[in-house]
T-cell receptor, first 110, second 119 residues
Framework: RKEVEQDPGPFNVPEGATVAFNCTYS??????FFWYRQDCRKEPKLLMS???SGNEDGRFTAQLNRASQYISLLIRDSKLSDSATYLC???????????FGGGTRVLVKP | GAVVSQHPSWVICKSGTSVKIECRSL??????MFWYRQFPKQSLMLMAT?????????EQGVEKDKFLINHASLTLSTLTVTSAHPEDSSFYIC???????????????FGPGTRLTVL
């Protein structure tokens, strides 16, 4: 079983719609969680950290469920520029090593 | 502006040659840098942790003699792919953990990546 698993998609989303997807992680000792965005042939860029209480940044909302070991990302009012691969990233306690999920591809269409 | 730079951004080389990739931290000092690679349609995989002034620590399955890492200063780490073969063709990305990052919640900053193609 992969340490961090994501639905690869693609999620085809009409412009203006809402899309949500999850990521599961296997290590219950994982300490911190992030969503990164990666555009084609580019480096990943931090979208948001994910906190236990859930957090929102504009149109993006992230949730963490430690009991079920998953995190989620919801994008409201999708824009064409939201088309990208969204990477779920988990940081285990030791050494600040990040483990990346395989990514969920989102395609926002007019 | 960019926090981390990588050079070169892309390189094409013949099989058997060695390729050096530089990762520079532009805005921060970093005792710790990370090297990842990403094959097409796959996610980033951590290769090794580069520690300033000491030996790098490699992830399981990564050959330390093939992927030489040197972290000679607080702003520069280099990855040398020795005797490159076509299967080493990949997107190599570094990241830095800024100095004085006291907790595991601090953000890593990624370089723009180096695309290596071995013919």
């Amino acid at each position: 079983r992969k340490e961090v698993e994501q639905d690869p998609g693609p999620f085809n989303v009409p412009e203006g719609a809402t899309v949500a997807f999850n990521c599961t992680y296997s290590n219950s000792a994982s300490q911190s969680f992030f969503w990164y965005r990666q555009d084609c042939r580019k480096e990943p860029k931090l979208l948001m950290s994910v906190y236990s209480s859930g957090n929102e940044d504009g149109r993006f909302t992230a949730q963490l469920n430690r009991a079920s070991q998953y995190i989620s990302l919801l994008i409201r009012d999708s824009k064409l520029s939201d088309s990208a691969t969204y990477l779920c990233v988990v940081n285990k306690a030791a050494g600040n090593k990040l483990t990346f999920g395989g990514g969920t591809r989102v395609l926002v269409k007019p | 502006g960019a926090v981390v730079s990588q050079h070169p951004s892309w390189v094409i080389c013949k099989s058997g040659t060695s390729v050096k990739i530089e990762c520079r931290s532009l805005d921060f000092q970093a005792t710790t840098m990370f090297w990842y690679r990403q094959f097409p349609k796959q996610s980033l995989m951590l290769m090794a942790t580069s520690n300033e002034g000491s030996k790098a620590t490699y992830e399981q399955g990564v050959e330390k003699d093939k992927f030489l890492i040197n972290h000679a200063s607080l702003t520069l780490s280099t990855l040398t792919v020795t005797s490159a073969h076509p299967e080493d063709s990949s997107f190599y990305i570094c990241s830095i953990l800024p100095l004085a990052s006291g907790t595991i919640y601090n953000e890593q900053f990624f370089g723009p990546g180096t695309r290596l193609t071995v013919l």
